[in-house]
């Protein structure tokens, strides 16, 4: 008898096979945690105080060559005869941000969007190869926050709303940095969920929602062996991320899972004062120096604090351990590279600057290929999709079609194609492909090609309806944008988190008048996050709809790929549509008279498709959605109890009978990306571990696995089920 069923989606994703091409995973073999720390152990007791607090200072906003770096130490120390370097570290998640010469990558949400742990894992690879290239230690990625909100600013740089998607890219996207022996840096911990009110909104988050939502990723990240975690900005519980002990405290949240890396402060998110910080559990904080919105509290303080006794030589020796630690453990002991660039001349130009080109064709392709295989076909009537190149002609129409606008600081504009968002997760492209162009070329070099294209690259609306009236087909390109709140950044009226979730630039009645006029408009949208999509998905004249996401510098050539089938699209959303941005479960905070307001997630377990299966909402488009040119058919599941008949002798918690779980009814368990040819049929294995069926109880403070049986869902969504099975 099942006295409470825990539902759990496997999520099965097929694609078409698809040449990957031969990126080798460079094989490095890290040194264990223990050899590790036994190695900086030795080194921290050759240093004096003031070199010690030096490793853990950054040496100011406008001294170092790297977005952050450390005081390094000249001399011959144990373990380490050439001293122990100046610690480079520099944004970010999509790229290298103020440095030329490399690749602009797919924001993580599209990368998340791939639903390809294979891409995921080439993704942190190749941002990584470009940063060793460069000569930086510390990739400051992944970011891993939750989408609490889809119009928080920064969605767009990580993984979702959902727990575990996001701890799975997390996991593959740390792995993959780390595996060419750069240091990742898993960010912003804890309960970093907008922009506004970011230095001083206090959240607060129960225990149960901590453990299943918000800490799930960076538990993944652990397990990864992730070298550093950054603390947010915001207050968690009513006392700053990076002076809380229960986070970061040797019993704090995340010591307790086994991390072993250094924690490191948002730049400019430590406050007065020093030996609260240093004893609460920060390791290091960047950038070093007072930047008006906090900082300022190592370096000369702590000195004093450890020599006053308010902080202990052996907790300032801990902390010096912790952060030379991964250093030794990835070997960057043996002959990394020093940083050959200047950040704070981004355009290549001073004295430091080495030019070095870390971009490669390699790079190039995948950046591609992720940027296809993470754009989602939301619909395809009539046959409109693929395009053939023998329609008679073709409207191109809209701002998204061009090159984004030059010049804007951390790309704080748009004003061409989405491709990132803005602020410190933005890079300074070399140069971005744009759609427009992109087609211009593959109507130039593909045999056959007769469409007549006509553009009208703006979003003025009499122009595009008079091109768009008399032709076979009418691409329109919308777009929509958010970033981080920067100094005083507005782009188009918003400050990091969108105000609305409509298309920008009046792109809702740009589709809506094309529509009208021309039966096969096919939308394609750029954006940071979801946009609403109403009236105009409904009509039978939008016979196309491609959500790209931000997608990065092959913009234009991934589109291509899609539009004419040589990818054959297998994205799938990362979160649900909504037909209207009430339909949500949490909103952001915009105005509060108190400037330390509070942030209460009473929604709790029930974000995005929890929240909508929960409340019986039918979204337009739902969590996992996505078509392909091709169809499939699943068949024949079969549950295999052995495996977890096994593992359930790790149950250590016994028998305790829950009435109710609480949980949402759907939950996302698994997922494989897997190569057809056409016709071919293959049997997929989804292992769930047994922690997958727990939930966190927070009087015993640990996991257990409710009484009663499981129902096992497979599809292709969260709301395309296929097969249903039932684990005991
Ligand atoms: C470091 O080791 C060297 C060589 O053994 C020694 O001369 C020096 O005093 C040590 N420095 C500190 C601060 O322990
Ligand atoms: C260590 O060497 C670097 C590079 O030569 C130099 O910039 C720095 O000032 C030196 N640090 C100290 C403490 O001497
Ligand atoms: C993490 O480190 C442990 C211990 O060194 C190792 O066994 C494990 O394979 C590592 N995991 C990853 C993903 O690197
Ligand atoms: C939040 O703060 C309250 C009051 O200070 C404390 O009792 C509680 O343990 C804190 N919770 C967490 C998760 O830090
Ligand atoms: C690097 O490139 C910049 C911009 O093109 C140029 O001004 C500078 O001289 C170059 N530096 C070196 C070392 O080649
Ligand atoms: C181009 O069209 C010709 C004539 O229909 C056909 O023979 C040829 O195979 C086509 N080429 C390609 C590359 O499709
Ligand atoms: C069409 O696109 C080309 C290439 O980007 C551009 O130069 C031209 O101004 C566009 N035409 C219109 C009417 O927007
Ligand atoms: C669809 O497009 C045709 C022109 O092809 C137009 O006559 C018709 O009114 C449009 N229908 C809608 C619902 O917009
Ligand atoms: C779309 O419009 C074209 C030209 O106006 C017409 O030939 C075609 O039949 C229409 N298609 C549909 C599906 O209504
Ligand atoms: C969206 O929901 C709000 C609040 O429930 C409602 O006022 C508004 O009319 C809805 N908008 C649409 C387009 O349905």
């Known amino acids: 008898m099942s006295l409470f069923s825990l539902p759990i989606f496997v999520l099965a994703l097929f694609s078409l ?20 720390r036994s190695l900086a152990q030795e080194l921290v007791a050759n240093l004096s105080t003031s070199e010690k607090v030096g490793i853990l200072t950054g040496q100011g906003i406008f001294s170092s060559r790297c977005t952050g770096g450390t005081y390094a130490v000249n001399r011959s120390l144990p373990n380490a005869p050439n001293g122990f370097p100046s610690l480079c570290m520099n944004d970010g998640p999509a790229g290298i941000r103020g440095v030329d010469l490399v690749t602009g990558f797919p924001g993580g949400l599209n990368a998340a969007s791939t639903f390809s742990r294979r891409l995921m894992q080439a993704r942190g690879q190749a941002l990584a190869e470009e940063a060793h290239g460069k000569g930086i230690n510390i990739i400051l990625a992944p970011q891993v926050d939750l989408m609490r909100s889809p119009k928080a600013g920064r969605v767009w740089e990580s993984f979702g709303p959902d727990p575990w998607l996001s701890g799975e890219a997390a996991y593959t996207t740390i792995s993959g940095i780390q595996s060419v022996g750069v240091q990742a840096c898993a960010k912003h911990f804890l309960g970093y969920i907008q922009e506004l009110w970011r230095y001083t909104y206090s959240v607060h988050i129960d225990d149960r929602t901590i453990h299943e939502m918000y800490l799930w990723p960076f538990m993944r990240a652990i397990e990864a062996n992730v070298s550093s975690i950054m603390c947010a ?8 991320s990076c002076g809380n002990e229960n986070l970061l405290g040797e019993n704090g949240l995340l010591r307790n899972l086994g991390f072993q890396g250094f924690l490191m402060s948002d730049w400019g998110a430590t406050h007065p004062t020093t030996s609260a910080y240093a004893r609460a559990g920060l390791d290091m904080e960047q950038p070093g120096d007072f930047i008006i919105i906090g900082g300022g509290i190592f370096g000369e303080s702590l000195t004093l604090a450890v020599d006053l006794g308010f902080v202990t030589q052996s907790r300032l020796n801990e902390m010096t351990t912790n952060v030379i630690t991964p250093w030794f453990r990835l ?88 491709v990132n968002g803005w602020g410190s997760g933005s890079i300074s492209y070399d140069f971005v492909v744009a759609p427009i162009d992109a087609l211009i070329s593959y109507s130039q070099t593909t045999p056959n090609f007769t469409t007549q294209i006509t553009n009208s690259s703006s979003n003025n609306i009499p122009a595009a309806v008079a091109i768009a009236k008399d032709k076979d ?101 990362p979160f649900t549509i909504a037909k209207n941005a009430s339909d949500y479960p949490a909103d952001i905070l915009y105005l509060s008279l108190d400037p330390e307001p509070s942030i209460d997630l009473t929604e709790t377990l029930f974000l995005d498709y929890r929240s909508f299966d929960a409340r019986n909402i039918t979204p337009r488009y739902e969590f996992g959605y996505g078509l392909s040119y091709t169809s499939f058919e699943y068949s024949d599941l079969t549950i295999d109890p052995v495996n977890i008949l096994a593992n359930l002798q790790d149950v250590d918690v016994g028998n305790r009978l829950l009435q109710r779980s609480g949980e949402p009814p759907k939950l996302l368990r698994g997922f494989e990306e897997v190569d057809l ?10 292992s769930i571990q047994e922690r997958d069926l727990r939930i966190w109880d927070t009087p015993s403070q640990t996991w257990i696995r409710p009484a009663g049986s499981f129902e096992v869902y497979v599809g292709g969504s969260s709301r395309d089920i296929r097969l249903t099975g039932t684990l005991l």
């Open 17 to 36: 096979a698809f040449n990957a091409g031969d990126r080798k995973v460079q094989s490095s073999a890290p040194r264990s945690w223990s050899e590790s």
């Open 331 to 418: 070997g960057q002991d043996q002959g990394y590279p020093p940083p050959n660039y200047d950040s704070r001349n981004p355009d290549g130009g001073g004295p430091l600057n080495g030019n070095v080109t870390v971009r490669s064709e390699a790079h190039t392709q995948l950046v591609r290929e992720i940027a296809a295989k993470s754009s989602v076909l939301l619909k395809n009537e009539n046959g409109a999709l693929p395009l053939k190149g023998t329609e008679r002609s073709m409207a191109v129409i809209g701002l998204d079609v061009n090159p984004p606008q030059k010049g804007c600081d951390l790309n704080a504009c748009d004003g061409g194609v989405v």
């Open 473 to 573: 087909v009418a691409l329109v390109f919308v777009n929509a944008m958010s970033g981080e709140l920067g100094a005083f950044q507005e782009v188009n009226g918003n400050f990091g988190d969108r105000n609305n979730m409509n298309l920008w630039y009046n792109g809702d009645k740009l589709i809506g008048e094309v529509a009208s006029v021309n039966n096969n408009t096919i939308v394609i949208i750029h954006s940071t996050g979801p946009v609403l999509m109403e009236p105009w998905s409904t009509s039978p004249n939008v016979t196309g709809i491609i959500y790209a996401g931000t997608p990065g510098e092959q913009a234009g050539p991934a589109i291509v790929d899609i539009l004419y089938g040589l990818v054959n699209p297998s994205g799938r959303l």
């Open 677 to 686: 040819a056409m016709s071919e049929s293959q049997i997929v294995q989804f």
């Open 233 to 240: 900005y915001n207050q968690f519980n009513g006392t700053y």
